[in-house]
């Protein structure tokens, strides 16, 4: 852009005036002090107001500058905070019980989910007996599936301690009346899930990682389908893929020979 056109942009703007006023001051002191018109006092005076002037116009950058510092370092730390690990993952799954007992919709997945049936059982009693439905996922205690879970646990020689577990699960569910489906995986999840409502606009899906380990509480994390559409749409479609290739409890499961 040309120098003309640039300053009649910039006076139409508004933009950059006080640099404008600096050099017209400037060029007026210099005139009138080169054809005598002022004393020279009047000239000094006028130059170091001119000087005052390009001082404080050059803080203005340095402040913009240190503002800008001061936003991009207050950007990189919510981005930090968001990507934490902590924020995000926790061991405890806040306000579930309560949740449990008021849903109309209820899935559970995982690998014999007998802890969590144990503490829910209460809701779950509650949630069947208002017209809730319910439906579990376990891994199938006949076949190789419990020696699978054993290893992935480390504890190869130890698979009847996955057996014993989904039994003890589905002895409380059988006491549960109302619409309940129970079935079978042919293989070990890769993480457990529960939703609650999955189809509502409040609804919320709890995934736990599963880990290698028998003991402890594994990490968890919640999605809600306005906060995390894409991935809340993803473990309610993962639920509903391990569903369809599941077995459906048969009476021998309810009741095994010997076992009930």
């Known amino acids: 852009m040309r120098p003309l056109k640039r300053l009649r942009a ?44 390009v001082a404080v116009n050059a803080l203005g950058p340095r402040h913009q500058v240190a503002d800008l510092e001061s936003r991009v370092a207050d950007l990189n730390r919510l981005v930090e905070a968001k990507l934490a690990g902590d924020p995000f993952l926790t061991t405890v799954r806040k306000g579930l019980d309560e949740r449990v007992a008021r849903a109309d919709d209820i899935r559970f997945a995982g690998v014999t989910l007998s802890r969590t049936v144990r503490a829910h059982v209460d809701d779950l009693r509650k949630s069947l007996g208002r017209g809730a439905s319910v439906k579990v996922l376990l891994i199938d205690p006949k076949g190789t599936v419990p020696e699978e879970a054993a290893r992935r646990s480390t504890i190869p020689d130890h698979s009847d301690v996955f057996e014993h577990r989904v039994m003890s699960t589905i002895y409380l569910l059988r006491d549960l009346e109302g619409s309940i489906e129970v079935r079978f995986l042919p293989f070990v999840p890769a993480f457990g899930v529960i939703l609650l409502d999955p189809d509502d606009d409040d609804g919320v899906v709890h995934v736990e990682l599963g880990m290698h380990s028998a003991t402890g509480r594994d990490p968890v994390f919640t999605l809600t389908p306005r906060r995390d559409h894409y991935w809340y749409e993803h473990f309610k479609t993962e639920f509903d893929r391990m569903w369809e290739v599941s077995r459906e409890a048969t009476e021998a499961d309810w009741y095994p020979r010997g076992k009930v």
């Open 10 to 53: 910039d006076l139409s703007t508004g933009k950059n005036l006080e640099i404008y006023l600096t050099a017209l001051i400037a060029l007026v002191v210099g005139v009138l002090g080169v054809f005598s018109v002022v004393k020279p006092e009047v000239v000094s005076a006028a130059t170091l107001a001119t000087l005052a002037l």
